[in-house]
C-alpha cells in the first residue's frame, strides 16, 4: 500500500481527535455529567449513543473523553522525547566520558518497567493527568534517547558538523541549527509511537480505576461499563464506542508512525522508487 | 629552518600523532613553516603525506586524544596554548579553512545562503536583514550567477563547482586574514578548476593561504611558495619557480616527472608506513641516488642558498 495515503489517513482521524477534543463543549448536546434522559436507553435521535447506567449521554462523554486521552499521550510523549532528544544529542555529539554517563543512565532507566511502576504511583497518590503523563515521559520516555544518540553519533562525524568548527560555531549552535535538524525526522518518529504508547497506558489506567478521576476519559468509561455487567447485558452501545475509539485513535497514531518511517528508512524508499521507475 | 615572523603563521617543530591501538601513527613530524602577510604557500605531496592532518592541526580541529607537540604562532598568538574558546573565536574570523569534498561539507538540510549568514553573523556585527545582504554579496563575489534567487538554496541544487565556490564564501564569512584551502580543486573538471583557481588568486591578494594540494600546475599558478612533503616530513621547500623548475629533492624531480607533460613517469615503490619509519631517509627506498649512508642516518632540512631548503645528503 502507498505509504503517503495511509500517512494522511491517519494524519486525517489524529486532527479529527483533536477537533473533537479542543471543540468538545460545542460539539456535545449534553453535558457529560449531566443526567440527560432515562438509564441505559438504546441509541436514538436525543442520545446518539445511547446513555449509561446514570442516563448520562455516552457520546457526550466519548467527546470529553478525547481531551484527557490525548493530553496523556501527547505530553508524555513531548516531555518523554523531548528530554530524550536533549540527552541524546548531547551523547552523540559529545562522545567519550558524557555519552559514557548518559548512556548507562538511559540502560538504567530503561530497566524499569513504566506500567507497573505507573500503577503504583497512581494507585498510591492519585494523581492528575498532567502529573500522569509527566511520570510516563520520564519513566517510560527518555529512553528514546538512545535511538536519537547513535544518529547524533553519526551525523557528529560528518563533514559538515567539522565544517561547522573550523567556521568557529559554538557547540550549543551546532547541536541546535544543524544536528537537530537532520535527526528531526527519527525524533517526529519516535514522538509518533511513544504518544501512542502513552496513550493507551492512559487508557489502561483508567481501566484498572486508577487514573485521574476527576476527569472524564476512555478507560473509565470502558471500566464502569465492564465492572456494571455491560457484556453480559448486551449493552453494546456502553462499551463499544470508548473501545472503538481508543482502537481507531491507536491505529491512525501507528498509520503515521509507519508512512513517515519511509522518510527514514531509505531502503522503503528505494523499493518504492522501483515502482515508480 | 629558524626563521620566525612576527607577523604571518609559523610552524615549529610541529608533531603529530594518533594512538592506534597499541601502534602510534606519526602524521605529522617535527614540521617547520612559515608563511609571511600576504604570502601564498603551496603545500604539495601525495595522498597520506600528512598535507591534510598539517591543516587540520593549525585549525586545531583534530581529535582531542590526538598527541600534538611543538608551536604554531598565528600573529603572535600560540594557537596550540590558548584556551578552546579563544581558539574557537580565531576559526573563521581570523584563520579561515576551505574543507576538501565541498559536496559533503555543507550541511543538506540548511539553505546555502543561511549557512554563509551564520558565519557573518557570528564573525562580524551584522545580523538578519545585514547578514542576509552580506551573504549574497558574498555569494556573487566568489561567482555565483544570480545571488539574491541562490540564497534560498539547498547544496544538492547545486553543482560541485558551485559547492565550492560557496565553501570558499563560507570561508571569507567572517573575512579572515589567513586562510588554509585544503585540496579545492579535487574533483573538479579542467574548465572548472581552472575559474575556482582564478577565483582563490583573486580572494587571496590581500591574505595569506595555505594551499593543500597534489596538483602542481594549481600550486605554480597560486603559489610564491612551496613546501613538498613526504611521509610526514617537509623534504623541499623554496619559491615556487625554483621548486619546480629546478628542483633538489629526488621526490619532488619524481613528482614532476610523473607529470604527464613530462613523460608520465611514475615514482617506483610506496611510501613507507607512518606506524614504522625507516631510520634513515624516508625517501631511501626509492630513492635512484641513494647509498649507505641514506639506510642508515636521517637526513636534515639544511639551507642551500639562501631561501632553498631541502632534506638529502647530496646537498650538504
Known amino acids: ?277 | 629552518m629558524n626563521t620566525t615572523c612576527p607577523e604571518g603563521l609559523t610552524v615549529r617543530h610541529l608533531q603529530v600523532s594518533f594512538r592506534s591501538g597499541e601502534e602510534t601513527v606519526r602524521a605529522v613530524n617535527s614540521v617547520d613553516l612559515w608563511v609571511k602577510p600576504g604570502e601564498k604557500m603551496g603545500l604539495i605531496g601525495e595522498t597520506g603525506c600528512g598535507k591534510t592532518v598539517l591543516g587540520m592541526a593549525i585549525m586545531r580541529l583534530l581529535q582531542p586524544d590526538t598527541l600534538i607537540d611543538g608551536e604554531i604562532i598565528h600573529n603572535g598568538v600560540p594557537l596550540l596554548e590558548i584556551s578552546d574558546e579563544k581558539m574557537r573565536r580565531m576559526r573563521g574570523g581570523k584563520i579561515a579553512m576551505i574543507l576538501q569534498n565541498s559536496v559533503t561539507s555543507l550541511n543538506p538540510v540548511v539553505t546555502v545562503g543561511r549557512q554563509i549568514a551564520e558565519a557573518i553573523e557570528l564573525h562580524r556585527s551584522l545580523t538578519g536583514r545585514a547578514a542576509r545582504d552580506e551573504a549574497i554579496r558574498l555569494l556573487g563575489e566568489v561567482g555565483i550567477p544570480d545571488p539574491e534567487k541562490r540564497f534560498e538554496c539547498y547544496p544538492h541544487e547545486f553543482s560541485g563547482g558551485m559547492n565550492e565556490r560557496v565553501m570558499i564564501a563560507m570561508a571569507l564569512a567572517g573575512d579572515p586574514s589567513f586562510l588554509i584551502a585544503d585540496e579545492p580543486t579535487t574533483g573538479l573538471d579542467t574548465a572548472v578548476k581552472n575559474r575556482i583557481i582564478a577565483l582563490l588568486q583573486d580572494i587571496s591578494r590581500e591574505r595569506s593561504m595555505l594551499f593543500i594540494t597534489h596538483d602542481l600546475a594549481a600550486a605554480a599558478q597560486v603559489c610564491d611558495r612551496i613546501a613538498v612533503m613526504y611521509c610526514g616530513e617537509i623534504v623541499e621547500c623554496g619559491t615556487a619557480s625554483e621548486v619546480l623548475s629546478a628542483p633538489l629533492h629526488p621526490y619532488t624531480r619524481g613528482l614532476l616527472g610523473s607529470l604527464p607533460q613530462n613523460g608520465l613517469h611514475p615514482i617506483p615503490g610506496m611510501s613507507p608506513s607512518l606506524i614504522s619509519v625507516p631510520p634513515g631517509c624516508r625517501f631511501c627506498d626509492r630513492c635512484e641516488r641513494r647509498d649507505e649512508r641514506c639506510t642508515r642516518e636521517h637526513p636534515k632540512l639544511t639551507e642551500v642558498h639562501t631561501g632553498q631548503y631541502v632534506r638529502c645528503f647530496f646537498h650538504d
Not at chain 1, 525526522?185 to 486508577?210: E, N, T
Open chain 1, 1 to 277: 500500500m502507498d505509504r503517503a495515503i495511509v500517512f494522511r489517513a491517519g494524519l486525517a482521524i489524529l486532527m479529527l481527535a483533536f477537533l473533537a477534543a479542543l471543540f468538545a463543549p460545542f460539539i456535545t448536546p449534553y453535558a457529560p455529567d449531566e443526567f440527560s434522559g432515562p438509564p441505559l436507553a438504546r441509541p436514538s435521535a436525543d442520545h446518539l449513543l445511547g446513555t449509561n447506567d446514570l442516563g448520562q449521554d455516552i457520546f457526550s462523554r466519548l467527546i470529553y473523553g478525547t481531551q484527557a486521552t490525548l493530553i496523556i499521550g501527547f505530553l508524555g510523549a513531548f516531555i518523554g522525547v523531548g528530554i530524550g532528544t536533549a540527552v541524546g544529542i548531547v551523547a552523540g555529539y559529545y562522545g567519550g566520558r558524557t555519552d559514557e554517563v548518559i548512556s548507562r543512565f538511559i540502560d538504567v532507566l530503561m530497566t524499569i518497567p513504566t506500567f507497573p511502576l505507573l500503577l503504583v504511583f497512581s494507585a498510591l497518590l492519585s494523581p492528575g493527568i498532567y502529573v500522569i503523563g509527566l511520570m510516563m515521559g520520564v519513566i517510560g520516555g527518555i529512553h528514546s534517547g538512545r535511538v536519537i544518540r547513535s544518529q547524533v553519533l553519526s551525523l557528529a562525524e560528518t563533514n559538515y558538523i567539522l565544517g561547522c568548527r573550523a567556521l568557529g560555531l559554538s557547540d550549543l549552535s551546532i547541536m541546535l541549527r544543524h544536528i537537530l535538524p537532520n535527526a528531526l525526522p527519527l525524533i517526529i518518529v519516535k514522538f509518533v509511537f511513544f504518544a501512542q504508547s502513552f496513550m493507551l497506558m492512559g487508557v489502561g489506567l483508567g481501566f484498572l480505576g486508577i487514573g485521574d478521576a476527576t476527569v472524564i476519559d476512555w478507560g473509565q468509561m470502558i471500566n464502569r461499563a465492564y465492572s456494571s455487567g455491560a457484556f453480559a447485558l448486551g449493552l453494546w452501545w456502553w462499551i463499544g464506542p470508548p473501545g472503538l475509539a481508543v482502537t481507531v485513535l491507536s491505529i491512525a497514531l501507528a498509520m503515521i508512525g509507519f508512512g513517515l518511517e519511509e522518510q527514514l528508512n531509505p531502503r522503503i524508499r528505494h523499493r518504492n522508487l522501483e515502482v515508480a521507475v
